[in-house]
């Protein structure tokens, strides 16, 4: 009862905190860890000692599979190099050069001791950086290179430490560190491959969604818990097995499949993550207690920490701008270097969290010094995540690096959906019979309303309402009158509950799904794109100014509603988009064969190309 309570105790916290959070416009991690701290001080506040079993076995493996399943395995792909000089290359420099610092400061610790403490400290944990650097605004890539690395540096990391502690007892030799690793790494691999084929096998066959999802609950541990027993990385077989069952979701899962499992995950994940930090800062309390009872001068106490501290700041920063020109990314054939500010935000974003803590715990209870290096593994995890967190913002900010702009990605989906409509109307045109015409035109028709919805998310005109806009209000009205009188025949007793429920489960994904791109046409700036995409017609056609006072000539003789207007760059013909009813624009383009458009809206600025359906 004492265990539930407290557990209950530790959810209600982390909601009533994230809701101060949003409120307050901080990052709920910083926050929870600072309550977490202050609780632990409070009296009658249960004293939790955060067992590493808990961590490495119960929280970690959900973790990183959430993680792995949220991370693109093309942009894995794209940014390996840096990921592997930071979760490999950085967690080693890192570990050695606390280790310096630590047996200056403690002669008689001896280095197996100083290494593995080290080894501790090492690893950056992304889940504060990104959740820190979403809601400021990180640059995509920064927060692709964290993720990547936090997927892979725990790794490292635990296997250094195994290797450390084990050379407490001696024994350890060069060849036996280079088989541990390799061991560790290649065991990892291989478990996460074999798992990654079996539940594939499974899913292949499996069409019931809590099924499904039921199985990839399971997956994790299993996959952990395999690599553990052979002495593998279970970090590197969770992340392997991850990684490409969410590669391969859209072929392996059903639809519903995909949308339950992604709903129950976000819910595990909140919570979890949460959890996490406010775990951390209630292990304040009997960590500071138990340093009380040692003869430890208050110098010692207060000075180690600080400086180790210090010296993993360091030296992420130090590493991540000496290996600067290694640290791009590839696109295509492209190699796109690392910039000086997205350096600088990569290396102050090392943050430390629960796994370094949880590491901590697992030094011998007979190791010297273990009390002190129990408060340096708080300091460290408490000190990157409050100083560096807090400063993120700020430091983004007077670096001057632009956020992702919801503009480009309005701009980016709209273009994937119309190439993805017109792939899907030829084939429609090889499947067309007279006995089905009226179904095709329906899905011409559906196909249309989708495609033009995607374009009008980057008309920003105050004033004007979008037929999406008009569609959206209109149904949502309907859905609620739908949703009433559903919810009064089920009073009525009359119609089955698993009927009432899957027709309520019918309007509430049509009506999210309306609230979706309402939610992402309001975050758009009226900023336009300049992404370039590999396009003649793109190139041929510079934007030019924008017509002063633009105007669909049809549509006004015709008495008809403009809803977005457009600019031939061919011969400057301005006429009404896809999105209005005359359909002018591509009309003209069918006419002329001028195949490049620019918007003529106010603040817009985006080429559409007719030819490759490409637009920049």
Request: aromatic letters at 4%; glycine letters at 6%; one cysteine or more.
């Amino acid at each position: 009862m004492d265990i539930a309570l407290v557990l209950v105790l530790l959810a209600l916290v982390v909601i009533v905190g994230e809701s101060i959070s949003e409120r307050l416009g901080a990052p709920a991690p910083l926050l929870l860890t600072v309550l977490g701290i202050a609780l632990s001080f409070v009296p009658g506040v249960p004293e939790i000692h955060l067992e590493p079993e808990i961590v490495l076995i119960g929280l970690l493996p959900p973790l990183l599979w959430t993680a792995s399943l949220s991370t693109s395995l093309v942009d894995l792909k794209a940014n390996i190099r840096p990921i592997m000089l930071l979760s490999v290359a950085a967690v080693l420099v890192t570990a050695l050069a606390v280790a310096v610092v630590v047996r200056a400061l403690l002669p008689d610790i001896g280095w197996p001791m100083a290494l593995a403490i080290g080894a501790v400290v090492a690893p950056p944990d992304a889940v504060a950086a990104t959740a820190v650097g979403r809601r400021i605004g990180l640059p995509r890539r920064v927060v692709s290179v964290l993720e990547g690395e936090s997927l892979l540096n725990d790794a490292t990391a635990l296997v250094a430490l195994r290797t450390s502690i084990s050379a407490l007892a001696g024994g350890v030799s060069a060849p036996g560190v280079a088989g541990d690793f390799l061991l560790a790494a290649g065991g990892g691999v291989l478990v996460g491959l074999v798992v990654y084929k079996v539940v594939a096998w499974v899913r292949k066959r499996l069409r019931d969604p809590l099924l499904d999802t039921a199985v990839s609950f399971v997956t994790p541990f299993v996959a952990y818990l395999l690599a553990e027993t052979i002495s593998a990385s279970g970090v590197i077989s969770v992340v392997v097995a991850g990684l490409l069952l969410s590669h391969r979701s859209s072929t392996l899962q059903t639809a519903q499949g995909r949308i339950v499992e992604t709903t129950t995950w976000r819910t595990i994940s909140f919570l979890l993550e949460n959890v996490v930090f406010l775990l951390i800062g209630l292990q304040a309390r009997w960590i500071v207690e138990d340093l009380s009872g040692t003869d430890l001068s208050l110098a010692t106490i207060v000075g180690v920490p600080l400086l180790v501290l210090l010296t993993v700041v360091v030296v992420r920063m130090a590493w991540v701008h000496l290996t600067r020109p290694l640290l791009g990314s590839r696109l295509g054939d492209r190699r796109r270097p690392a910039g000086a500010a997205e350096t600088t935000l990569i290396g102050w974003a090392g943050m430390r969290g629960v796994v370094t803590l949880a590491a901590a715990l697992v030094l011998p209870e007979d190791a010297p010094y273990r009390d002190l290096l129990l408060l340096v593994a708080l300091t460290v995890v408490a000190g990157t995540l409050l100083v560096q967190g807090l400063t993120l913002p700020a430091l983004t900010r007077a670096l001057r690096v632009s956020p992702p702009d919801p503009a480009d990605d309005a701009l980016a989906r709209a273009t994937l959906l119309q190439q993805a409509a017109t792939a899907g109307l030829e084939r429609l045109e090889e499947l067309e019979t007279p006995d089905n015409a009226d179904a095709a035109r329906t899905i011409r028709q559906r196909l249309d309303q989708r495609t033009f919805a995607a374009w009008e998310q980057l008309s920003t005109t105050e004033g004007r309402q979008s037929p999406s806009d008009a569609y959206a209000e209109l149904r949502r009205a309907m859905i609620v009158t739908e949703r009433e009188r559903i919810l009064h025949i089920r009073a009525k007793g009359k119609v089955p509950s698993p009927v009432v429920r899957q027709v309520l489960g019918m309007l509430d994904l049509e009506e999210s799904m309306i609230d979706s791109s309402a939610s992402a046409r309001e975050d758009i700036r009226a900023t336009g794109s300049d992404a370039h995409l590999q396009c003649p017609e793109l190139r041929a056609y510079p934007v030019g100014p924008a017509p002063e006072d633009p105007r669909c000539e049809i549509c006004e003789q015709e008495g008809r509603e403009v809803v977005a207007l457009r600019q031939c760059l061919e011969c400057g013909n301005v006429a009404c988009c896809d999105s209005s009813t005359g359909q002018h624009a591509t009309a003209h383009f069918h006419e002329t064969g001028h195949p490049v458009i620019r918007s003529a809206e106010p603040g817009e600025s985006w080429r559409w190309c007719y030819v490759h359906h490409l637009a920049t």
